[in-house]
C-alpha cells in the first residue's frame, strides 16, 4: 500500500466550470506531483511542489494551479475548464527516489 | 526538451516466449531512467530504474547511452506479465524528487 489517495475518483463537470482535485500521501512524503494522462496517453507532467512550495512545473497554463499543506495533502485546481481538459489526473509523491501514484481522479468535460 | 519514445503499442505474445518493450529517449544531460507498470485495476508503480541494476519479477533494462536506449526484456513471459508499461526519464540530481517524463505506453498482452 503506497498511501497515496486521491479524491474524488471520477467526476464531470461542463466546459468553463472550475474543479478541485484533493490527493493525501504518506507523512514525511514532502514532495507531491501532479500528472494528467490523457486516453491512450502516457502521464504529463503538470507541476511539482515541495514543503508547499511549487518547485517545478511543466506546460501548463496558468489556470492550472495546486496548494500542498503541512498534513502532506494537497490539491490541484483547474479554472475555466476545456474539453480538452478530460484525463485521469494522478497525484504521486516521492520517497527514496522512487514516485508513488494515487489511483488517479478521471475528470471528464462536457 | 526530453523525451521518450516507446515505439510499440501493443505487444502480444504467447506464454513462455521472450518479449522485449523498446524504449528510445533524448535528453542532453545525465539522465535516470525508469520503468513503470501498471497491471489491471491497479496504480501505476515502479517496476525498475537503471541505477538499480536490479532484476524485478525477471524483467531487466540497460542503459545504452550510445543508443539512447532503455529496452525491458524478459526472456520467459508469464500470463501475469500482461499490463501497460511505461518507460519514463527524470535528471540526475540531489533534489526531492523531479519531473519525470513518460513515453506514450506498450500494452503487453500474454497469450496463454
Known amino acids: 500500500e503506497t498511501g497515496v489517495t486521491q479524491s474524488p475518483t471520477h467526476l464531470i463537470k461542463t466546459r468553463g466550470q472550475q474543479v478541485t482535485l484533493r490527493c493525501s500521501s504518506q507523512?514525511?512524503?514532502?514532495?507531491v506531483s501532479w500528472y494528467q494522462q490523457a486516453l491512450g496517453q502516457g502521464p504529463q507532467f503538470i507541476f511539482q511542489y515541495y514543503r508547499e512550495e511549487e518547485n517545478g512545473r511543466g506546460n501548463f497554463p496558468p489556470r492550472f494551479s495546486g496548494l500542498q499543506f503541512p498534513n502532506y495533502s494537497s490539491e490541484l485546481n483547474v479554472n475555466a475548464l476545456e474539453l480538452d481538459d478530460s484525463a485521469l489526473y494522478l497525484c504521486?509523491?516521492?520517497?527514496?527516489?522512487?514516485?508513488?501514484f494515487g489511483e488517479g481522479s478521471r475528470l471528464t468535460v462536457l | 526538451a526530453q523525451r521518450v519514445t516507446q515505439p510499440e503499442k501493443l505487444l502480444s505474445v504467447f506464454k513462455g516466449a521472450p518479449v522485449e518493450l523498446k524504449c528510445n529517449y533524448s535528453y542532453s544531460g545525465s539522465p535516470e531512467l525508469f520503468w513503470y507498470v501498471q497491471y489491471s485495476r491497479q496504480r501505476l508503480q515502479l517496476l525498475l530504474r537503471h541505477i538499480s541494476r536490479e532484476s524485478i519479477k525477471g524483467f531487466t533494462a540497460d542503459l545504452n547511452k550510445g543508443e539512447t536506449s532503455f529496452h525491458l526484456k524478459k526472456p520467459f513471459a508469464q500470463e501475469e506479465d500482461s499490463a501497460m508499461y511505461y518507460c519514463?526519464?527524470?535528471?540526475?540530481?540531489?533534489?526531492?524528487?523531479?519531473?519525470?517524463?513518460f513515453g506514450g505506453g506498450t500494452r503487453v498482452l500474454v497469450k496463454p
Open positions: 504521486a509523491s516521492w520517497s527514496n527516489g522512487e514516485l508513488f
Open positions: 507523512s514525511g512524503h514532502n514532495t
Open positions: 519514463a526519464l527524470s535528471r540526475i540530481s540531489g533534489a526531492a524528487g523531479n519531473k519525470l517524463t
